[in-house]
């Protein structure tokens, strides 16, 4: 089974609209962090946010947050007011294991997002 | 802000050949990796480093990869005898790694990549 599944392999979203980009995982581990990455054209893996499976409240990063639903084990982003910038792939990804552990990171298959002006 | 810095940015090399790609990950953190991506494909795990020593490797590093950590600040990586399918995107990364699974010490952050071209 995928690990980390990603579902849209693109998405359009007009410029200052809001954008939900949808990332499942699949872990049996208690202890695991979700990690949402942005990959412009230029190749580079930008870090936008973090979720660590303990944490109570749902992470947000300035236009970004994500919508964890543990239960349904679901760590969707959300960009808010999208800009012609944010055009890129973007990767949900999955580190389990214990605390200080160097495991590694899982990633979907990405969802590339197009901003229309 | 700190970051993971990669050099290569761009190697093209001949089949057969030795490459080393070097990378100075963020200087408090303890973990380092080495991920790859093929064009157009995801992104791939290869290695962990932990407290100079491999933490972890995925059925990719095989003999044909190494790493080392030769001083206090380089993380490198050595593919030996290139083949053309190890044409991709190299990414080194790094985290502090610390806490349990809240909060940002387990962020792993990225370098820009090193575009590896084998011909």
């Known amino acids: 089974a995928q690990k980390i599944t990603q579902t849209q392999p693109g998405m359009f979203v007009q410029e200052k609209e809001a954008v939900t980009l949808d990332c499942t995982y699949d872990?049996?581990?208690?202890?695991?962090?979700l990690f949402w990455y942005k990959q412009p054209s230029s190749g580079e893996m930008i870090f936008l946010i973090y979720q660590g499976s303990y944490d109570q409240q749902n992470a947000t990063e300035g236009r970004y947050s994500l919508n964890f639903q543990k239960a349904r084990k679901s760590a969707n982003l959300v960009i808010s007011a999208s800009q012609l910038g944010d055009s890129a792939m973007y990767f949900c990804?999955?580190?389990?294991?214990?605390?200080?552990?160097?495991?590694?990171?899982?990633f979907g298959s990405g969802t590339q997002l197009t901003v229309l002006p | 802000e700190p970051e993971v810095t990669q050099t290569p940015s761009h190697q093209v090399t001949q089949m057969g050949q030795e490459v080393i790609l070097r990378c100075v990950p963020i200087s408090n953190h303890l973990y380092f990796y080495w991920y790859r991506q093929i064009l157009g494909q995801k992104v791939e795990f290869l290695v962990s480093?932990?407290?100079?020593?491999?933490?972890?490797k995925s059925e990719i590093f095989d003999d044909q990869f190494s790493v080392e950590r030769p001083d206090g600040s380089n993380f490198t990586l050595k593919i030996r005898s290139t083949k053309l399918e190890d044409s991709a995107m190299y990414f080194c990364a790094s985290s502090a790694g610390t806490g349990r699974y809240s909060g940002s010490g387990n962020t792993i952050y990225f370098g820009e990549g090193s575009w590896l071209t084998v011909v």
């Open positions: 480093f932990y407290n100079n020593e491999i933490s972890e």
């Open positions: 990804a999955m580190r389990e294991g214990q605390r200080g552990s160097a495991r590694q990171l899982t």
């Open positions: 872990t049996s581990d208690p202890s695991y962090g």
